[in-house]
């Protein structure tokens, strides 16, 4: 609620809780005491009989709108949104933005191929699309980078093939077994690149999905050398072209989109390009920070307020870095202040951070070592040496932590009936609903739950002829597995409370494989 005095606003706006300033009380109770005077000449300014009753008036007024400020704000801060709920944090943190993933995608294909600008790659044929930055050249040979393919054999390979890469002048061999695949010659050269060259590294690219041919590319280490190449093996069975990498524009895709290393695939056709693959996974961006998710650190913040509590440190690690704090998207805070080592492996007497996978860990580094108590240690496999602001200036050792990646996969079997759409394709988007789903859960104790999938899958009630669904949940810590089941279990039956896939606030629950069939009755 607002009221208005001679064009001055106060109270609860659109745009937040408007005080006037002191000067605009003046000016307001100046032109009223000349108004209800009748003299609009009435001396009022400051040292004038009038003008010093209405610099006390202003001033007292001044004094109870910022108190008024305080006190609403207090009172009604749970119901505080938007712009509102920004003005009366401002001076102890600022608001989370969006912001936009990121990720290096390879280029390979023939010398002097061009890809243009804002061509856009994706994890699927529906998958969100990273667009890249500028133009990426695909250079004259020879390269830093290429990227060779090798055919899936219908019948596979026979054994002692010899599959040859010769980079720089050194020989990296495969020699095939009885029946191997495109994919194990692929994996071979890989591992002999490796272990034959200091100055080249070798990663498998996944699969063009436009030929079916693993991809393996071959880079230069040194930042920026050249070297020769070339390929042999069985006619038309291993091919060699030029690549190269490009960075994909920051804006093109806003939050967090995850594509895991060798997924960004799937790119729009161009003239003398092979493939595209990410070595690499990309960097996931962060979501606008929720009115509710900011009350909630405000109010973790102000109960650490000068002090190195866990609340404490957990707020200024997710506070912004503009206001000294580390910037993370995500922290957990663990505590140890016994003699001993705890069960969690802290070291007596430390404080462990542990931030977004992508998160700044330098800036996190350096906010921890201004929160924790001085001798405090820190645990983490990540170290910083972090500027410690004495004099002379001087460096101090600060270890962090990291979220790790807990892949999830689903395994849905779904009975429907003659009701089941025929058009498009149902099973499909379900798949990505349920990954979408699973990369979306924050790092909890709660963990993966088969009893949340409806609510976030069906808000509306289970489709139309669907007449049974089950799930079973497997979990790795490698991606691609291979994973552990449970047991299927029905959706929405009370036993699917049962279902659920542990985490720890040091795990980030990511899946990129489903397996979703359909059985018709």
Known sequence: MSVTFRGLTFGSTATGFVVPTLAQWRGALADYARELSGYFNLQTQPGSLYGIFID???????????????????????????????????DYMRRVVETPSTATVYVYGAPGSVVPAATAVRTSQVGVPFAFLGAVNLPAAPSVAYGIEVLNFAAGAQSGQLFKVVVDGTDADYVANNLDTGATVTAGLVASVNALLQTQTAFAGGVNPNNSR???????????????????????????????SGA??????LGPTYAPPQSLRYGEPVAGVQGYTN???????????????????????????GGASPDAITAIILSPVEVGGGGATFCSTE????DDVDAANNLPHSVRIVIGEADDGAAAALALWHAKCGGDNTNGPTLYNVPDGGTPPATQPILIDRLTDLWIAADIQVTVGPDWPNVGNPLTQLRQDVVDYINALQPSTIGVRVVDLPISLFPNGVPRGVVTFLV????????????????????PEPDAFLASISMSNRQKAKSQILDVTAVIV
Request: charged share 15%.
């Open 335 to 338: 505590y140890n202040p016994t």
């Open 214 to 244: 693993p991809t393996l590319i071959v880079t230069d280490l040194t930042g920026g050398g050249v070297f020769p190449l070339s390929v042999s093996g069985p006619v038309g069975t291993i091919t060699a072209y030029v690549a190269s």
């Open 248 to 253: 994909t524009d920051p804006g093109a895709v």
């Open 472 to 491: 079973r949940l497997g979990q790795s810590f490698v991606q691609g597995g291979p994973y552990i089941y449970q047991d299927y279990y029905p959706v």
């Open 56 to 90: 006390l008036i202003s001033a007292g007024v001044d004094i109870a709108g910022g108190n008024a400020f305080d006190v609403v704000g207090r009172t009604i801060f749970t119901a505080m949104q938007g712009v509102a709920l920004d003005q009366f944090i401002a």
């Open 279 to 305: 070595i690499v996974a990309a960097i996931p961006g962060r979501v606008r920070e929720t009115d509710s998710q900011l009350r909630a650190r405000y109010q973790v913040a102000q109960r650490g307020r």
